[in-house]
């Protein structure tokens, strides 16, 4: 990516509901070492299911845009999506691209912090929740 991305300054964000479940497995230190990982797991499974979060209460940040700048294909599937609901003009707002993505992420994140993070087993139970497509 050439120049600014007009995504370094917007806010990525989660309910701050999620947050205490998901950092005890997401973030520095843990098994997986990046929020974004989990943010993006959590559009991934909002997407596949097509659900969203309606956003209700107090957001907890967990990076900035400027994260994208290391993992830049992830901005070009944010946009696909933006595009695929919203038309090709989201494209100019990128506030707005990363608040649909973060609708579909908030579902997500709450589906695994119901699904797995409180299971006994929470690997293996999402491990057996994911679906995966016959060859």
Not at 19 to 25: E, G, L, T, V
Not at 79 to 93: D, F, R, W
Request: hydrophobic residues 45%.
């Amino acid at each position: 990516m050439s120049g600014m991305s007009p995504y370094a300054s917007v806010e990525l964000t989660m309910p701050a509901d999620l947050h205490p479940k998901i950092s005890q497995f997401f973030g520095p230190g843990r098994p997986v070492g990046r929020m974004i990982d989990a943010w993006w797991l959590g559009l991934c499974i909002g997407v596949k299911h097509g659900q969203k979060r309606q956003r209700a209460g107090e957001v907890r940040k967990f990076a900035d845009g400027t994260i994208f700048a290391s993992d830049d294909w992830r901005i070009v599937h944010l946009e696909l999506l933006a595009i695929a609901e919203l038309g090709e003009a989201v494209l100019t707002q990128p506030r707005e691209v990363i608040r649909l993505a973060s609708s579909y992420a908030d579902y997500g994140l709450e589906w695994v912090a119901d699904r797995c993070l409180g299971a006994n087993e929470p690997i293996l139970a999402l491990l057996n929740a994911i679906e995966v497509p016959a060859a």
